[in-house]
Protein backbone atom coordinates (compact mmCIF):
# COMPACT_ATOMS: atom_id res chain seq x y z
CA UNK A 1 0.00 0.00 0.00
CA UNK A 2 1.66 4.08 -0.96
CA UNK A 3 1.91 6.22 1.84
CA UNK A 4 -0.23 8.81 2.26
CA UNK A 5 0.94 12.42 0.82
CA UNK A 6 0.35 14.96 3.25
CA UNK A 7 0.94 19.05 2.16
CA UNK A 8 1.72 21.98 4.43
CA UNK A 9 0.51 24.94 2.94
CA UNK A 10 -0.90 28.43 3.63
CA UNK A 11 0.73 32.05 3.31
CA UNK A 12 4.02 32.79 3.40
CA UNK A 13 5.40 33.21 7.02
CA UNK A 14 2.37 31.33 8.77
CA UNK A 15 5.37 29.06 10.22
CA UNK A 16 5.21 26.46 7.79
CA UNK A 17 9.01 25.41 8.08
CA UNK A 18 8.85 25.24 12.06
CA UNK A 19 5.83 22.53 11.98
CA UNK A 20 7.29 20.67 8.48
CA UNK A 21 10.65 20.28 11.04
CA UNK A 22 8.58 19.33 14.38
CA UNK A 23 7.23 17.06 12.34
CA UNK A 24 9.53 15.82 10.71
CA UNK A 25 11.85 15.57 13.80
CA UNK A 26 15.06 18.05 12.08
CA UNK A 27 15.97 21.23 11.10
CA UNK A 28 15.33 20.34 6.94
CA UNK A 29 13.43 23.56 5.88
CA UNK A 30 15.32 27.38 6.25
CA UNK A 31 13.39 28.96 8.40
CA UNK A 32 13.39 33.04 8.66
CA UNK A 33 11.16 35.98 9.00
CA UNK A 34 11.48 37.38 5.77
CA UNK A 35 7.78 36.13 3.76
CA UNK A 36 9.12 33.19 1.26
CA UNK A 37 12.25 31.81 2.63
CA UNK A 38 11.01 28.19 2.21
CA UNK A 39 12.75 28.06 -1.29
CA UNK A 40 12.90 24.52 -1.49
CA UNK A 41 10.04 22.24 -1.39
CA UNK A 42 10.88 19.45 0.81
CA UNK A 43 9.58 16.11 2.04
CA UNK A 44 9.93 13.85 4.80
CA UNK A 45 8.54 10.75 6.23
CA UNK A 46 6.68 10.77 9.50
CA UNK A 47 5.25 8.22 11.56
CA UNK A 48 2.01 8.78 13.78
CA UNK A 49 0.23 6.19 15.53
CA UNK A 50 0.02 3.14 13.61
CA UNK A 51 0.70 5.50 10.13
CA UNK A 52 3.39 6.07 8.04
CA UNK A 53 3.17 9.32 5.71
CA UNK A 54 4.84 11.40 3.76
CA UNK A 55 5.11 15.28 4.72
CA UNK A 56 5.41 18.13 2.10
CA UNK A 57 6.38 21.83 2.94
CA UNK A 58 5.44 24.40 0.34
CA UNK A 59 6.23 27.48 -0.19
CA UNK A 60 3.95 30.45 0.60
CA UNK A 61 0.95 30.96 -1.66
CA UNK A 62 0.71 34.40 -1.91
CA UNK A 63 -2.91 34.29 -3.79
CA UNK A 64 -2.52 37.43 -5.87
CA UNK A 65 0.88 38.16 -6.13
CA UNK A 66 2.69 39.35 -9.11
CA UNK A 67 6.10 38.84 -7.77
CA UNK A 68 7.80 35.89 -9.52
CA UNK A 69 9.29 33.70 -6.94
CA UNK A 70 5.37 34.43 -4.55
CA UNK A 71 3.64 33.27 -8.36
CA UNK A 72 5.69 30.38 -8.48
CA UNK A 73 5.55 29.37 -5.01
CA UNK A 74 1.63 29.47 -5.83
CA UNK A 75 2.23 27.31 -8.24
CA UNK A 76 4.24 24.55 -6.94
CA UNK A 77 1.74 24.62 -3.57
CA UNK A 78 -0.89 24.00 -6.23
CA UNK A 79 0.62 20.87 -7.31
CA UNK A 80 1.48 19.66 -3.61
CA UNK A 81 -2.59 20.22 -3.09
CA UNK A 82 -3.08 18.04 -6.75
CA UNK A 83 -0.78 15.57 -5.44
CA UNK A 84 -1.66 15.31 -1.72
CA UNK A 85 -3.95 12.95 -0.11
CA UNK A 86 -4.56 14.96 2.99
CA UNK A 87 -3.81 18.81 3.12
CA UNK A 88 -3.03 20.54 6.41
CA UNK A 89 -3.94 24.42 6.14
CA UNK A 90 -1.73 26.88 8.54
CA UNK A 91 -2.49 30.10 9.40
CA UNK A 92 -1.34 32.51 12.35
CA UNK A 93 -3.14 33.22 15.38
CA UNK A 94 -0.86 36.41 16.15
CA UNK A 95 -1.40 37.52 12.77
CA UNK A 96 -5.33 36.70 12.77
CA UNK A 97 -7.87 35.87 9.72
CA UNK A 98 -6.52 37.74 7.04
CA UNK A 99 -8.29 38.07 3.12
CA UNK A 100 -5.91 35.98 2.00
CA UNK A 101 -6.40 33.07 4.32
CA UNK A 102 -10.03 33.25 2.29
CA UNK A 103 -8.47 33.51 -0.92
CA UNK A 104 -6.58 30.36 0.07
CA UNK A 105 -9.45 28.50 1.66
CA UNK A 106 -11.49 29.22 -1.67
CA UNK A 107 -8.65 27.32 -3.36
CA UNK A 108 -8.62 24.49 -1.02
CA UNK A 109 -12.54 23.83 -1.19
CA UNK A 110 -12.12 24.01 -4.59
CA UNK A 111 -9.42 21.08 -4.63
CA UNK A 112 -12.37 18.65 -2.99
CA UNK A 113 -9.55 17.44 -0.90
CA UNK A 114 -10.03 16.83 2.90
CA UNK A 115 -8.44 19.64 4.96
CA UNK A 116 -7.29 20.16 8.09
CA UNK A 117 -7.39 23.61 9.43
CA UNK A 118 -4.23 24.34 11.63
CA UNK A 119 -4.14 27.69 13.64
CA UNK A 120 -0.29 28.29 14.59
CA UNK A 121 1.57 29.99 17.25
CA UNK A 122 -0.97 29.74 19.88
CA UNK A 123 2.00 29.22 22.55
CA UNK A 124 -0.87 29.47 25.60
CA UNK A 125 -4.05 27.94 25.00
CA UNK A 126 -6.05 30.36 27.46
CA UNK A 127 -4.63 33.50 25.93
CA UNK A 128 -5.28 32.61 22.60
CA UNK A 129 -8.45 30.72 22.33
CA UNK A 130 -10.91 32.98 21.94
CA UNK A 131 -8.78 34.37 18.52
CA UNK A 132 -8.78 30.94 17.40
CA UNK A 133 -12.43 30.48 17.18
CA UNK A 134 -12.32 33.76 14.78
CA UNK A 135 -10.95 30.97 12.16
CA UNK A 136 -14.69 29.20 12.43
CA UNK A 137 -15.04 32.09 9.33
CA UNK A 138 -13.15 30.08 6.84
CA UNK A 139 -15.74 27.36 6.89
CA UNK A 140 -13.50 24.48 6.83
CA UNK A 141 -14.24 22.52 10.40
CA UNK A 142 -12.92 22.76 13.58
CA UNK A 143 -9.44 24.84 13.75
CA UNK A 144 -6.71 23.12 15.41
CA UNK A 145 -4.34 25.19 18.20
CA UNK A 146 -1.14 24.42 18.16
CA UNK A 147 2.63 25.85 18.31
CA UNK A 148 4.96 24.69 15.80
CA UNK A 149 7.82 26.19 18.18
CA UNK A 150 6.85 24.87 21.27
CA UNK A 151 5.54 21.55 19.67
CA UNK A 152 1.82 21.94 21.58
CA UNK A 153 -1.14 20.31 20.11
CA UNK A 154 0.94 18.55 17.40
CA UNK A 155 -0.69 15.11 18.93
CA UNK A 156 -4.06 16.57 18.00
CA UNK A 157 -3.44 17.92 15.03
CA UNK A 158 -2.13 14.89 13.79
CA UNK A 159 -4.97 12.69 15.23
CA UNK A 160 -7.27 14.90 12.71
CA UNK A 161 -4.70 14.22 10.09
CA UNK A 162 -4.62 10.36 9.50
CA UNK A 163 -8.88 10.28 10.35
CA UNK A 164 -8.63 11.06 6.52
CA UNK A 165 -6.29 7.84 5.77
CA UNK A 166 -8.45 5.08 6.33
CA UNK A 167 -9.32 2.91 3.59
CA UNK A 168 -6.34 5.17 1.69
CA UNK A 169 -4.99 2.74 -1.13
CA UNK A 170 -7.54 -0.31 -0.36
CA UNK A 171 -8.38 -0.09 -4.49
CA UNK A 172 -4.75 0.21 -5.15
CA UNK A 173 -4.04 -3.44 -2.75
CA UNK A 174 -6.55 -5.19 -4.91
CA UNK A 175 -4.94 -3.73 -8.19
CA UNK A 176 -2.79 -6.53 -8.77
CA UNK A 177 -1.24 -4.60 -12.25
CA UNK A 178 2.26 -3.91 -12.15
CA UNK A 179 2.63 0.27 -11.80
CA UNK A 180 5.75 1.59 -13.57
CA UNK A 181 6.20 5.34 -12.46
CA UNK A 182 8.62 6.96 -15.48
CA UNK A 183 10.53 9.67 -13.23
CA UNK A 184 13.18 12.12 -14.14
CA UNK A 185 13.87 16.05 -14.74
CA UNK A 186 11.56 17.90 -17.20
CA UNK A 187 11.85 17.49 -21.10
CA UNK A 188 13.86 14.64 -20.77
CA UNK A 189 11.11 12.39 -23.33
CA UNK A 190 9.21 10.73 -20.23
CA UNK A 191 5.67 11.24 -21.93
CA UNK A 192 7.19 10.32 -25.66
CA UNK A 193 8.40 7.33 -24.05
CA UNK A 194 4.80 6.34 -23.05
CA UNK A 195 3.26 7.44 -26.16
CA UNK A 196 5.52 5.31 -27.94
CA UNK A 197 4.66 2.63 -26.40
CA UNK A 198 1.15 3.18 -26.79
CA UNK A 199 1.33 4.12 -30.09
CA UNK A 200 -1.49 7.06 -29.80
CA UNK A 201 -0.17 11.04 -28.54
CA UNK A 202 -2.21 10.33 -25.04
CA UNK A 203 0.11 12.79 -23.20
CA UNK A 204 0.78 16.40 -24.56
CA UNK A 205 4.76 16.48 -25.48
CA UNK A 206 6.06 19.91 -26.86
CA UNK A 207 9.68 21.22 -26.28
CA UNK A 208 8.56 23.71 -23.29
CA UNK A 209 9.59 21.86 -20.53
CA UNK A 210 6.38 21.47 -18.20
CA UNK A 211 3.37 20.93 -20.46
CA UNK A 212 2.44 17.79 -18.68
CA UNK A 213 0.82 19.26 -15.50
CA UNK A 214 -0.47 16.55 -13.36
CA UNK A 215 0.54 12.86 -13.09
CA UNK A 216 -1.23 11.12 -15.58
CA UNK A 217 -1.76 6.87 -15.30
CA UNK A 218 -2.00 5.13 -18.29
CA UNK A 219 -2.47 1.46 -19.04
CA UNK A 220 -0.82 -0.52 -21.38
CA UNK A 221 -1.53 -4.22 -22.13
CA UNK A 222 1.30 -6.19 -23.63
CA UNK A 223 1.22 -10.35 -23.99
CA UNK A 224 -1.86 -10.61 -21.84
CA UNK A 225 -0.06 -8.57 -19.17
CA UNK A 226 -1.84 -4.96 -18.47
CA UNK A 227 0.92 -2.46 -17.11
CA UNK A 228 0.36 1.01 -14.99
CA UNK A 229 2.29 3.62 -16.31
CA UNK A 230 2.58 6.68 -13.96
CA UNK A 231 4.13 9.52 -15.80
CA UNK A 232 5.54 12.10 -13.10
CA UNK A 233 4.92 15.27 -14.94
CA UNK A 234 7.48 18.19 -16.05
CA UNK A 235 7.12 21.66 -15.04
CA UNK A 236 7.32 25.19 -16.58
CA UNK A 237 10.51 26.54 -17.15
CA UNK A 238 10.10 29.97 -15.09
CA UNK A 239 12.65 33.35 -16.63
CA UNK A 240 15.83 32.26 -14.32
CA UNK A 241 14.15 30.18 -11.58
CA UNK A 242 16.33 26.92 -12.33
CA UNK A 243 15.75 25.64 -8.59
CA UNK A 244 12.05 25.87 -8.82
CA UNK A 245 12.05 22.94 -11.17
CA UNK A 246 13.78 21.09 -9.26
CA UNK A 247 11.59 21.52 -6.25
CA UNK A 248 8.45 20.73 -8.16
CA UNK A 249 9.90 17.64 -9.70
CA UNK A 250 10.64 16.70 -6.59
CA UNK A 251 6.80 16.17 -5.29
CA UNK A 252 5.45 14.87 -8.25
CA UNK A 253 8.37 12.17 -7.88
CA UNK A 254 7.76 11.10 -4.71
CA UNK A 255 4.26 10.20 -4.63
CA UNK A 256 4.76 8.40 -7.91
CA UNK A 257 7.17 6.32 -6.40
CA UNK A 258 5.11 5.81 -3.54
CA UNK A 259 2.58 4.56 -5.55
CA UNK A 260 4.47 2.15 -8.18
CA UNK A 261 6.50 -1.40 -8.17
CA UNK A 262 9.59 -0.25 -10.60
CA UNK A 263 10.31 2.96 -11.02
CA UNK A 264 12.41 3.99 -14.68
CA UNK A 265 14.26 7.35 -14.42
CA UNK A 266 14.45 9.14 -17.39
CA UNK A 267 17.95 10.81 -18.62
CA UNK A 268 18.57 12.75 -21.51
CA UNK A 269 21.39 11.40 -23.85
CA UNK A 270 22.36 14.74 -24.65
CA UNK A 271 22.92 16.25 -21.34
CA UNK A 272 24.39 13.34 -19.23
CA UNK A 273 23.65 12.40 -15.88
CA UNK A 274 23.13 15.40 -13.62
CA UNK A 275 22.89 16.00 -10.00
CA UNK A 276 19.41 16.73 -9.86
CA UNK A 277 19.22 12.80 -11.53
CA UNK A 278 21.08 11.74 -8.67
CA UNK A 279 18.50 13.19 -6.32
CA UNK A 280 15.49 12.03 -8.16
CA UNK A 281 17.28 8.08 -8.05
CA UNK A 282 17.57 8.63 -4.62
CA UNK A 283 13.94 8.70 -3.73
CA UNK A 284 13.31 5.61 -5.17
CA UNK A 285 16.10 3.40 -3.83
CA UNK A 286 15.42 5.20 -0.58
CA UNK A 287 11.56 3.62 -0.64
CA UNK A 288 13.35 -0.11 -1.99
CA UNK A 289 11.71 0.28 -5.24
CA UNK A 290 12.65 -1.69 -8.20
CA UNK A 291 14.91 0.63 -10.53
CA UNK A 292 15.45 0.79 -14.23
CA UNK A 293 17.57 3.57 -15.88
CA UNK A 294 16.74 4.44 -19.52
CA UNK A 295 18.92 6.71 -21.25
CA UNK A 296 17.15 8.51 -24.17
CA UNK A 297 17.53 10.49 -27.15
CA UNK A 298 20.76 7.90 -27.60
CA UNK A 299 19.74 8.64 -31.60
CA UNK A 300 21.05 12.05 -31.15
CA UNK A 301 24.67 10.78 -29.56
CA UNK A 302 27.53 10.81 -32.20
CA UNK A 303 28.87 7.51 -31.07
CA UNK A 304 32.28 5.28 -31.55
CA UNK A 305 32.99 1.95 -30.38
CA UNK A 306 33.59 3.19 -26.77
CA UNK A 307 30.57 6.06 -26.48
CA UNK A 308 28.04 3.32 -24.21
CA UNK A 309 31.12 2.08 -22.07
CA UNK A 310 32.18 5.83 -21.33
CA UNK A 311 27.77 6.60 -20.88
CA UNK A 312 27.87 3.37 -18.67
CA UNK A 313 31.13 4.15 -16.40
CA UNK A 314 29.86 7.57 -15.58
CA UNK A 315 26.22 6.62 -14.77
CA UNK A 316 27.07 3.85 -12.70
CA UNK A 317 30.23 5.84 -10.64
CA UNK A 318 27.48 9.14 -10.03
CA UNK A 319 24.58 6.17 -8.84
CA UNK A 320 26.90 3.96 -6.94
CA UNK A 321 24.75 3.52 -4.38
CA UNK A 322 22.53 1.85 -6.87
CA UNK A 323 25.15 -1.12 -8.52
CA UNK A 324 21.86 -3.11 -8.95
CA UNK A 325 19.57 -0.46 -11.54
CA UNK A 326 19.44 -2.07 -14.95
CA UNK A 327 20.32 0.45 -17.56
CA UNK A 328 18.54 0.44 -20.99
CA UNK A 329 19.64 3.07 -23.92
CA UNK A 330 16.60 3.75 -26.05
CA UNK A 331 15.20 6.67 -28.32
CA UNK A 332 11.89 7.53 -28.15
CA UNK A 333 11.76 9.32 -31.27
CA UNK A 334 12.95 6.00 -33.13
CA UNK A 335 11.25 3.65 -30.65
CA UNK A 336 14.64 2.27 -30.84
CA UNK A 337 15.13 -0.78 -27.81
CA UNK A 338 12.04 0.61 -26.24
CA UNK A 339 10.54 -3.16 -26.50
CA UNK A 340 13.18 -4.24 -24.50
CA UNK A 341 11.46 -2.03 -21.85
CA UNK A 342 8.74 -4.75 -21.09
CA UNK A 343 11.09 -7.80 -20.33
CA UNK A 344 13.42 -5.54 -18.24
CA UNK A 345 10.23 -4.81 -16.00
CA UNK A 346 8.82 -8.18 -15.91
CA UNK A 347 12.42 -9.05 -14.32
CA UNK A 348 13.11 -6.80 -11.94
CA UNK A 349 9.39 -7.05 -10.81
CA UNK A 350 9.96 -10.51 -10.32
CA UNK A 351 13.28 -10.12 -8.45
CA UNK A 352 11.23 -7.29 -6.63
CA UNK A 353 9.29 -10.00 -4.83
CA UNK A 354 11.80 -13.29 -4.94
CA UNK A 355 12.32 -14.97 -1.45
CA UNK A 356 14.86 -17.45 -0.99
CA UNK A 357 14.41 -20.31 1.61
CA UNK A 358 16.55 -19.88 5.03
CA UNK A 359 18.33 -22.75 3.95
CA UNK A 360 19.72 -21.58 1.14
CA UNK A 361 20.86 -18.20 2.31
CA UNK A 362 22.59 -19.57 4.80
CA UNK A 363 24.85 -21.80 2.68
CA UNK A 364 25.83 -18.89 0.62
CA UNK A 365 26.02 -17.12 4.13
CA UNK A 366 28.37 -19.42 5.38
CA UNK A 367 30.78 -20.13 2.32
CA UNK A 368 31.00 -16.35 2.00
CA UNK A 369 31.97 -16.55 6.31
CA UNK A 370 34.47 -19.03 5.18
CA UNK A 371 35.95 -16.48 2.50
CA UNK A 372 36.57 -13.60 4.25
CA UNK A 373 36.72 -13.69 7.97
CA UNK A 374 33.87 -11.31 9.76
CA UNK A 375 35.57 -8.27 11.54
CA UNK A 376 36.90 -8.03 14.93
CA UNK A 377 37.09 -5.71 17.57
CA UNK A 378 39.52 -5.32 20.69
CA UNK A 379 40.00 -9.14 20.73
CA UNK A 380 36.06 -9.53 19.94
CA UNK A 381 34.93 -11.14 16.12
CA UNK A 382 31.77 -10.71 14.91
CA UNK A 383 29.98 -13.98 15.05
CA UNK A 384 26.96 -14.47 12.41
CA UNK A 385 24.70 -16.88 13.83
CA UNK A 386 22.18 -16.67 10.68
CA UNK A 387 20.13 -15.40 8.29
CA UNK A 388 16.95 -15.32 7.02
CA UNK A 389 14.70 -13.26 4.46
CA UNK A 390 11.62 -11.47 6.61
CA UNK A 391 9.92 -9.59 3.02
CA UNK A 392 9.99 -9.02 -0.48
CA UNK A 393 8.96 -5.74 -2.18
CA UNK A 394 12.03 -5.10 -1.54
CA UNK A 395 13.47 -8.90 -0.51
CA UNK A 396 14.74 -7.85 3.14
CA UNK A 397 16.98 -9.97 5.46
CA UNK A 398 17.97 -10.02 9.03
CA UNK A 399 21.39 -10.97 10.06
CA UNK A 400 21.44 -12.62 13.70
CA UNK A 401 24.77 -11.69 14.89
CA UNK A 402 27.04 -11.91 18.62
CA UNK A 403 27.16 -7.40 18.49
CA UNK A 404 25.67 -5.26 16.21
CA UNK A 405 28.88 -3.09 16.67
CA UNK A 406 31.06 -5.15 15.11
CA UNK A 407 28.90 -5.50 11.85
CA UNK A 408 30.67 -3.05 9.78
CA UNK A 409 28.87 -1.59 6.88
CA UNK A 410 31.24 -3.11 4.30
CA UNK A 411 30.73 -6.41 5.86
CA UNK A 412 27.48 -6.09 4.93
CA UNK A 413 28.10 -4.92 1.67
CA UNK A 414 30.43 -8.16 1.01
CA UNK A 415 27.62 -10.20 2.10
CA UNK A 416 25.12 -8.61 -0.14
CA UNK A 417 27.16 -9.11 -2.99
CA UNK A 418 27.56 -12.97 -2.38
CA UNK A 419 23.69 -12.56 -2.19
CA UNK A 420 23.65 -11.09 -5.85
CA UNK A 421 26.35 -13.55 -7.53
CA UNK A 422 24.04 -16.32 -6.48
CA UNK A 423 20.40 -14.80 -6.95
CA UNK A 424 21.06 -11.84 -9.23
CA UNK A 425 18.18 -9.53 -7.87
CA UNK A 426 19.13 -7.84 -10.21
CA UNK A 427 16.96 -4.26 -10.76
CA UNK A 428 15.84 -4.54 -6.94
CA UNK A 429 17.82 -3.21 -3.87
CA UNK A 430 18.23 -5.29 -1.06
CA UNK A 431 17.40 -4.49 2.58
CA UNK A 432 19.42 -6.14 5.38
CA UNK A 433 18.86 -5.29 9.18
CA UNK A 434 21.42 -6.54 12.11
CA UNK A 435 19.65 -8.21 15.04
CA UNK A 436 21.88 -8.61 17.97
CA UNK A 437 21.56 -12.30 19.86
CA UNK A 438 23.26 -13.07 22.80
CA UNK A 439 25.27 -16.21 23.06
CA UNK A 440 23.81 -19.07 25.10
Given at each position: ??K?V????????????????A????????VQ?T????R?R?????S?L?????IV??????????D????S??????I?I?????????T???????DA????A?M??R????????V?K??????F??????????????????SA?S?L??G????E?VKY??????????????R?????K???????????L?????????D?A??T?D??DT???R???????I?T??L??????K???E?YS???????V??????????????GI????T??A???HE???????V????????????T?????????????Y?P?A???????????R?N??F?????V??????R????V????????????QP???K??????????????KP???????N?????HF?Y???L?????E????????????????K??
Open positions: MSPVAIVGRPNVGKSTLFNLAGDRISIDPGVTDIYADVWKYNFTDTGGIEPESKIILKMREQAEASTADVIMFLDVRQGLVDGKVDLRSGKPVVLVNVDSFEKMPDVYEFYNLGLGDPMPVAQGIDMLDVFKGNGENEDEDERPIAIIGPNVGKSSIINKIGEERVIVSIGTRAISIKNGTEYVFDAGRRKNKIEEIRIIRTVSAERCNVAVLVIDAEETEQDKIGIARGKGMIIVNKWDAIEKDDKIYKFTEEIRQKLSMYELLFVSAKTGQLKLEIIDMIENHSLISTGVNEIVTEAVALNPSDGKRLRIYYVTQVSVPTFVIFVDKELMSTRYENKIRAFGFRGTPLKFIVREREK
